[in-house]
T-cell receptor, first 107, second 111 residues
Framework: KNEVEQSPQNLTAQEGEFITINCSYS?????LHWLQQHPGGGIVSLFM???GKKKHGRLIATINIQEKHSSLHITASHPRDSAVYICAVEAGNQFYFGTGTSLTVIP | DADVTQTPRNRITKTGKRIMLECSQTKGHDRMYWYRQDPGLGLRLIYY???????NKGEISDGYSVSRQAQAKFSLSLESAIPNQTALYFC??????????FGDGTRLSIL
């Protein structure tokens, strides 16, 4: 049973395209996180949100608590955005992670 | 220097050996976590600690133990390693209601 489902699993885009990655979850949560993992393996937190919308540079994250769904948008995508994007939820003191979306942005 | 440091970065060992993975942080965070990452499965929580005297099991704690020696240090032990514990292990830290900060990971291979 996967508490967190992400789509798509893999995504290839041309530089400059608008990208959307989706995350659905099945448990009650206190917060949702979007993480970025580069090919070297390091993981960086992009967003932590519990309602509404957050924006940081070209990245936008939204969450709909009633629908148990979140989206990560990348505007004007660039090859350096190529990475695995991971959705994670906090449910009580537990964390559950999606399997990630592998994004490749082609110049 | 990294805020969250994991040692070793890579380790190859044999079945049955005792292994310890170390994590130290300079961020002053009270919360620390150990995860493993397997291809196709995503990250899974092994153990977490909200304070020096607080240790909690995560989703997949069997076969692992932890020690919170100080606020800045959280060690993960495999008492008798087995091949299906081969994975990429991450330590993370956070303050309450704040995003987590991850170490660079430890790649562990058990032969």
């Amino acid at each position: 049973k996967n508490e967190v489902e992400q789509s798509p699993q893999n995504l290839t885009a041309q530089e400059g395209e608008f990208i959307t990655i989706n995350c659905s979850y099945s448990v009650g949560i206190s917060a949702l996180h979007w993480l970025q993992q580069h090919p070297g393996g390091g993981i960086v937190s992009l967003f932590m949100l519990s309602s509404g919308k957050k924006k940081h540079g070209r990245l936008i994250a939204t969450i709909n608590i009633q629908e148990k769904h979140s989206s990560l948008h990348i505007t004007a995508s660039h090859p350096r955005d190529s990475a695995v994007y991971i959705c994670a939820v906090e449910a009580g003191n537990q964390f559950y992670f999606g399997t990630g979306t592998s994004l490749t942005v082609i110049p | 220097d990294a805020d969250v440091t994991q040692t070793p970065r890579n380790r190859i060992t044999k079945t049955g050996k005792r292994i310890m993975l170390e994590c130290s942080q300079t961020k002053g965070h009270d919360r620390m976590y150990w995860y493993r990452q397997d291809p196709g499965l995503g990250l899974r929580l092994i153990y977490y600690s909200f304070d020096v005297k607080d240790i909690n099991k995560g989703e997949i704690s069997d076969g692992y133990s932890v020690s919170r020696q100080a606020q800045a240090k959280f060690s993960l032990s495999l008492e008798s390693a087995i091949p299906n514990q081969t994975a990429l292990y991450f330590c993370a830290t956070s303050k309450n209601n704040q995003p987590q900060h991850f170490g660079d990971g430890t790649r562990l291979s058990i032969l």
